[in-house]
């Protein structure tokens, strides 16, 4: 078996100040990995960005070996039953995708989405081959692969359990440019109970066996405020929540996350942060 890659282990950054500046918080945390914004994560009004700006954090990142993503909007919804949000969130991941591919992203996260209350679920897994297949054969063979990050359950979610990526994967033709995000509270919260023994490998093996290898592109790493199976995404700092810090461990050793990118998304300040990482890469040297 060839050496292990170890997995680099960063956080979702802060880009209110521009991305220059957001990079000097991932240096100041120890971030080796980062993800960002490119646009108001609760609205639909898209940043053209400054390309100047973008090619000098593109070019800062490539340099340091520091991998890039992009977290698309949380408005986005390709289940939805209304119009208008259908077509804001297709132009929202393209302003996601043109703009990960200016930032030298490897993969734009989306959430998996909602039939919403009184929809039909059917119709909604429908939508997705409508408005997202289009995206996916427009994407640029060396841009950013489209990663959906399954939600934390509850309602009508299309995909929120492992297990639940098989039909989404089949409506858009398990796309080459598509792959997967795992964040591990929505993980907990959707029900796999990645706090007992062999939670993880469970949860990674299933992983596999429904979407094949190699498509694990980015991995969440976030302790849960909320017991298992709740149902709620609320992220608590590493080994302070209901899921604690043995699972990660657990995690960095499954083949499935060799080399793949861990971030953080808990709540706290820079210090938290430096924190959460240096905890987890004590966790993957271990």
Same mark, same amino acid.
């Given at each position: 078996m060839p050496p292990r890659k170890p997995s680099p282990v960063g956080s979702h950054i802060p880009t209110g100040q521009g991305l220059g500046k957001s990079l000097a918080y991932a240096? !100041?945390?120890?971030?080796?990995?980062v993800q960002v914004f490119v646009s108001n994560p609760r609205g639909w009004a898209p940043s053209a960005g400054d390309p100047v700006q973008d090619e000098r954090f593109a070019g800062q *990142?490539?340099? !340091?070996? /520091?991998p890039v993503y992009v977290h698309a909007p949380y408005l986005v919804n390709f289940g939805s039953p209304t119009e208008a949000t259908l077509k804001r969130s297709v132009e929202a991941v393209e302003d996601a995708m043109r703009r990960g591919l200016a930032i030298g992203a490897r993969g734009v996260v989306v959430h998996a989405g909602s039939a919403v209350a009184g929809a039909h679920r059917? +119709?909604?897994?429908?939508?997705?081959?409508?408005?997202?297949? #289009?995206?996916? +054969?427009? &994407? !640029? #063979? +060396?841009?950013?692969?489209?990663?959906?990050? #399954?939600?934390?359950?509850? $309602? %009508?979610?299309? *995909? &929120?359990?492992? +297990?639940?990526?098989? #039909?989404w994967f089949a409506e858009l033709d398990a796309h080459e440019m598509l792959g997967v *995000?795992?964040?591990?509270?929505?993980l907990f919260a959707a029900g796999h109970d990645l706090a007992a023994p062999g939670g993880a490998k469970k949860?990674?093996?299933?992983?596999?066996?429904?979407?094949?290898?190699?498509?694990?592109?980015?991995v969440h790493a976030n302790d849960s405020k909320d017991p298992l199976g709740s149902g709620r995404d609320r992220h &608590?700092?590493?080994? !302070?929540? %209901? /899921? $604690?810090?043995?699972?990660f461990a657990e995690l960095f050793r499954h083949p499935a996350t060799r080399g793949v990118p861990v971030v953080v998304e808990t709540p706290g300040d820079a210090a938290s942060h430096k924190r959460d990482i240096d905890v987890l890469t004590s966790l993957r040297d271990a």
């Amino acid at each position: 078996m060839p050496p292990r890659k170890p997995s680099p282990v960063g956080s979702h950054i802060p880009t209110g100040q521009g991305l220059g500046k957001s990079l000097a918080y991932a240096r !100041e945390i120890g971030a080796r990995a980062v993800q960002v914004f490119v646009s108001n994560p609760r609205g639909w009004a898209p940043s053209a960005g400054d390309p100047v700006q973008d090619e000098r954090f593109a070019g800062q *990142c490539a340099d !340091e070996s /520091i991998p890039v993503y992009v977290h698309a909007p949380y408005l986005v919804n390709f289940g939805s039953p209304t119009e208008a949000t259908l077509k804001r969130s297709v132009e929202a991941v393209e302003d996601a995708m043109r703009r990960g591919l200016a930032i030298g992203a490897r993969g734009v996260v989306v959430h998996a989405g909602s039939a919403v209350a009184g929809a039909h679920r059917d +119709d909604a897994m429908k939508q997705l081959r409508t408005h997202l297949l #289009p995206l996916l +054969d427009a &994407a !640029e #063979p +060396d841009g950013p692969k489209l990663l959906v990050e #399954p939600t934390a359950g509850g $309602g %009508q979610a299309l *995909c &929120a359990t492992v +297990d639940q990526l098989e #039909p989404w994967f089949a409506e858009l033709d398990a796309h080459e440019m598509l792959g997967v *995000c795992l964040d591990t509270c929505h993980l907990f919260a959707a029900g796999h109970d990645l706090a007992a023994p062999g939670g993880a490998k469970k949860a990674l093996d299933l992983l596999v066996k429904t979407v094949g290898r190699g498509r694990l592109g980015l991995v969440h790493a976030n302790d849960s405020k909320d017991p298992l199976g709740s149902g709620r995404d609320r992220h &608590a700092p590493i080994g !302070e929540g %209901q /899921i $604690g810090k043995d699972m990660f461990a657990e995690l960095f050793r499954h083949p499935a996350t060799r080399g793949v990118p861990v971030v953080v998304e808990t709540p706290g300040d820079a210090a938290s942060h430096k924190r959460d990482i240096d905890v987890l890469t004590s966790l993957r040297d271990a």
